[in-house]
DNA sequence: TAAATAGCAGG
DNA sequence: GCCTGCTATTTAT
């Protein structure tokens, strides 16, 4: 080993990037909703490196206002720069104050990139005797590398390695990293604009330097090529010189390295500290505190040079033999008895995620017979148990069961398989039954209403406390995703081992979990449950600290249950009445096509728009300047389309042609698949946890836009009928519930007034407006009124407003001022909401579930507009949603108390749908009716139409 | 084969 | 202007 000095410069926005993209799908948003993202990442990687090298001289590079020589030789250089995301801009100032308080040098020169930074300084430094590490991503410094200067680059999944001469030869197939610069010079730079030679990239670019070894070799053959090369080379030159000069990293830049200045000395640690609490870094303190103040025992010579020793350092500390406990070992002596587990791994940063290759866990597989039974007579003395089924395929309607992982200690648990034939399943699941039918143990899970309808197919019902770690987290922050792998890497700092690795990437030859051999199973499945424990512990005090504990416990979680009932119904399809409307649309829309055709005098897609954009615009030139769409087609969406249909009749054809496609393929067609067959009925699955409002979504298929609003596509609506003529459908849906809702939170008396009455409100509001009788409302002024009311609730523009309506923009404005006269209290509720969002970085609904709004703050207005229109929003839909959550889970309870044979079917936001047992249609009504109508008390009254019929149609 | 785009169904 | 999910076409890999 050498003793020689080695010194690291970090290429800072290289960092701050990657570390801010890579948070990208789950920003990190703290409490006063600033994205810290890019600081976190940044921060991650810088003490990453620190502990793993230990560097004794370190400094951070920026750039400065952008490199003057290079635009002043090429304008373009870099031109094409999206603007630096708001996230980076904000998190700069912050990581210089770190960086400060860290006692780390910041070099930055005006007028310079970072790169030409670290080139000048590390060949000053060479000149020292140092051994430099260029700390980037970026392929462009291999230009660099000598045998003392050396790329030490951040890999994706975790590790770095390094780049030496070798390396460099091999990756550019190069004899000097000098060549780099032609390479990069030949193939040009998307990202950063240098153009390069056309039609070259890296496989060209190599062969040419393998051949002549420079730009300038490769320009002085170009007799030598042929063909289309030759005359672009050869007209490219001067392209080609200049590519190659951007390329070149500058080495002279004025800055001077001094080692003394470079020495890493220790942090301020109070004042990062302060700064990263600030910052709520919790995890980030940690590691901090750790890489600097307990470093005693790491700096041995293991990790002195590393950086050194293999290409890529990966994060594997524990080898597999040092783990505990395989599968199949010794399984009874381990019942029980509380095997000691090593210390847990301190790794935190970004890079070097734990796997179950690196976290000390124990992980048993329970062998059929006795030691099942001991095992639940274990099972059953818990109090709290996380369990995960596996199962053969998605659907739990025609699932299998394969095994039940369960948990209740952080890193260990146990793997229940089980066996493919139907009497031994069976057989199984009695010996499980006390366990999930225990009314005092408390179930844990990740997203429990899966588990929940596989085994009610089982014929077991789960009961006792639920915790939901998807709810949980949904409640915490409803705009990220919630899958286990993001939760526990975002959580947990856990890579777990993906299904895909087991079972193959969906469709061709996947497989299924039963073909898992029973170790791989283990471990997968006991994995699953051990992390879903330990979020566990996270999310619940999370939701104690966000005041949202009772919208989990007397909402989602109960919801979680009536969901699981419903979807089990499903609701029954009328197959044989829309293979027939099948039937009547290909007629329509054959004769639709024939005359289509025959007006554009050509056959072609109409179900394309890039062919339909062609088709009007050039070949039949409807309109002088069509509309284009962002990626510069022309516009044929509904709304364009429909400004031309008076004057060409094929327009109207087109629109007709969409329409009925949309709905054959869509629902007619679509819907009789989906029919499950052992039940004849439809099963949607709603999502508890996509909507960032709190309302449900539904899919597969979703039953929450079958269509309704032309006559023809709600005819579709006669396909849902009750499941047998003992049977009626009926719909009850709340009257203008989030007008209701905005009129009670605003206080505002005229509406409040108006819904007390019992009046039109679209026409009351319209009579105000406009100034005259309620009887003399004309139904124009009727219409006006109404798009206004909605628009209010999405947060009005004069320019949306008049989109939606024939007037003009100075109409719209005057129309929306007259309304904020009429109800002054709205607009200070809205103005109200945006405040508070901006103090807190969150708006919440009437049951205080939160929607946290990081670009409230935004100095970009429209970025900034988006924000203030959800935090009107939000708390009005969410509030909606939250009201008729309510009245399901009382109506679900009210129903299975009074052993009633109706069911509740569907839901569609303000909508709930009954199959409902003829005999007992009158207390239904009036059940349904005073559930939903006082789920929860506002200072408007909520009204609830009923409405019954043989199909969802009639129904309404 | 997968991902992105355009368009459109509902509240 | 807010909140969604599905289909078909097109594009990129």
């Known amino acids: 080993m050498s003793d020689q000095k080695r010194l690291f410069l970090v290429d ?7 570390g801010y993209y890579a948070f990208i799908k789950n920003p990190r948003i703290n409490s006063k909703g600033e994205d810290t993202s890019a600081i976190m990442g940044f921060m991650n990687s810088l003490l990453d490196v620190i502990k793993r090298e230990r560097p004794d001289h ?51 020169k005006e007028g310079f990139e970072a790169d030409d930074v670290i080139g000048t300084l590390s060949r000053q430094a060479e000149k020292e005797g140092f051994k430099t590490f260029m700390v980037t991503p970026d392929k462009d410094f291999a230009q660099l590398v000598t045998e003392n200067i050396f790329m030490y680059r951040p890999v994706f999944g975790g590790g770095y390695e390094t780049w030496g001469i070798p390396e460099v030869q091999q990756k550019f197939e190069v004899t000097d990293p000098m060549q780099v610069i032609d390479y990069l010079g030949m193939m040009g730079d998307a990202s950063d604009n240098i153009p390069g030679l056309p039609g070259v990239g890296p496989k060209t670019a190599k062969k040419f330097l393998a051949a002549y070894g420079s ?31 951007l390329a070149t990293i500058m080495l002279d830049v004025p800055v001077t390295f001094d080692a003394k200045d470079f020495e890493l000395d220790q942090p301020d640690i109070e004042k990062v500290k302060e700064i990263f609490q600030n910052l709520e870094f919790r995890r980030l303190t940690d590691n901090f505190l750790k890489t600097f103040v307990d470093n005693t025992e790491t700096s041995s010579n293991e990790t002195k040079t590393p950086a050194l020793e293999g290409k890529v350092d990966t994060v594997a500390k524990k080898s597999s033999s040092e783990r505990k406990g395989s599968a199949g070992a010794g399984q009874f002596s381990l019942f029980g008895a509380s095997s000691d587990l090593s210390d847990q791994e301190e790794t935190t940063s970004e890079y ?134 993001v939760l526990a890497e975002t959580y947990l700092n856990y890579t777990p081992i993906s299904i895909t690795e087991l079972i193959g990437k969906k469709g061709k030859n996947q497989r299924s979990m039963r073909e898992v051999p029973l170790d791989k199973q283990t471990e997968y499945a006991v994995e699953d449950a051990d992390i879903t424990l330990q979020l566990k512990e996270h999310f619940e005090k999370e939701l104690r600290e966000a005041n949202t504990q009772k919208l989990f416990d007397d909402i989602e979680v109960p919801l979680l249950r009536v969901l ?35 007006a554009a005098g050509e056959e072609f897609n109409i179900a394309s728009p890039k062919q339909l954009g062609v088709i009007l615009f050039e070949k039949m030139k409807l309109v002088d300047k069509p509309k284009k769409t962002k990626t510069g087609q022309y516009s044929t969406a509904e709304d364009v389309l429909s400004y031309l249909a008076k004057d060409h009749e094929i327009i109207q054809q087109i629109l007709d042609f969409r329409g009925l496609s949309k709905l054959k393929s869509t629902y007619v067609d679509a819907l009789p698949l989906q029919v499950e067959e052992s039940t004849g009925h439809v099963h949607t699955d709603y999502m508890q946890t996509v909507a960032a409002t709190g309302r449900l979504s539904s899919n597969n298929p979703n039953l929450q836009n079958i269509p309704i609003r032309t006559e023809r596509g709600r005819q579709i609506r006669k396909a849902f009928v009750p499941r047998n003529e003992d049977y009626t459908l009926l719909a009850a849906d709340y009257s203008q519930i989030e007008l209701r809702i905005i009129a009670a939170l605003s206080e505002e008396e005229t509406m409040i007034n108006a819904f007390k009455n019992g009046e039109d409100i679209h026409a009351s509001t319209a009579s105000r407006v406009f100034n005259v009788p309620i009887s003399e409302v004309t139904r124009e002024q009727r219409s006006n009124a109404k798009t206004v009311n909605f628009g209010i609730i999405y947060g009005v523009s004069a320019f ?4 939606q309506t024939d007037l003009s923009r100075t109409e719209a404005k005057e129309l929306i001022e007259t309304y904020y006269a009429t109800y002054p209290k709205l607009r200070s509720y809205m103005s109200e909401q945006v405040d508070f ?38 708390p009005i839909q969410g509030s909606a949603a939250d009201i008729i959550k309510l009245a399901m889970i009382n109506i679900h309870k009210k129903l299975a108390e009074g052993n009633n044979k109706s069911k509740m079917l569907l839901q569609v936001h ?47």
């Open 12 to 18: 800072a926005y290289a960092l701050i990037f990657r």
């Open 58 to 108: 370190l400094a951070v590079c920026f750039d400065k206002g952008g490199s003057v020589d290079r635009v002043e030789m090429y304008e373009a250089y870099k031109a094409n720069r999206d603007e630096t995301p708001e996230g980076i801009k904000t998190a700069v100032p912050y990581i210089y104050d770190i960086l400060k308080a860290m006692h780390i040098p910041i070099v930055m």
């Open 215 to 245: 730009m300038e070799g490769l320009l002085a053959h170009t007799h030598e090529l042929k063909g289309k090369m030759k005359e672009k080379v050869e007209a490219n030159g001067e392209l080609g010189l200049l590519s190659k000069k």
């Open 352 to 485: 070097t995620r734990k796997t179950a290759e690196t976290s000390s866990h124990f992980y048993q597989s329970v062998a059929s017979g006795m030691a099942t039974k001991l095992f639940v007579k274990n099972l059953l003395n818990q109090t709290s148990v996380c369990f995960d089924t596996e199962t053969t395929g998605l659907n739990p309607l025609t699932a299998e069961l394969v095994g039940i992982a369960f948990s209740w200690e952080v890193g260990k648990g146990f793997y229940v398989p089980f066996p493919e034939d139907r009497n031994g399943a069976k057989e199984l699941i009695e010996i499980l039954r006390p366990f999930f039918e225990n009314e005092n143990i408390e179930k844990i899970g990740q997203n429990l209403k899966y588990d929940i309808k596989v085994l009610a197919k089982y014929n077991v019902d789960v009961k006792g406390n639920l915790f939901d770690t998807m709810l949980a987290h949904y409640l915490i922050n409803p705009d990220m995703r919630h899958n286990m792998d």
């Open 564 to 598: 699981a009932a419903m979807e089990l119904e499903g609701i029954n399809l009328d197959k044989a009445f829309l293979n027939s409307l099948s039937e009547e649309l290909n007629n329509d829309i054959a004769n639709l096509e024939k005359s289509i055709y025959e």
């Open 800 to 803: 949306g407003l008049s989109n």
């Open 837 to 874: 969002a901006r103090d807190n970085g969150y708006v919440q609904t009437v049951l205080n579930r939160r929607r946290y709004l990081k670009d409230i703050n935004s100095r970009n207005a429209v970025v900034r507009g988006a924000a203030e229109r959800n935090a009107v929003n939000a």
């Open 910 to 956: 303000d909508e709930l749908v009954f199959d409902i047992y003829k005999p007992e249609l009158d207390a239904m009504k009036l059940l349904i009716k005073t559930e939903m109508e006082n789920a929860y008390q506002l200072s408007v009254p909520l009204d609830v139409d009923l409405d019954i019929g043989d199909n969802w149609l009639e129904a309404h």
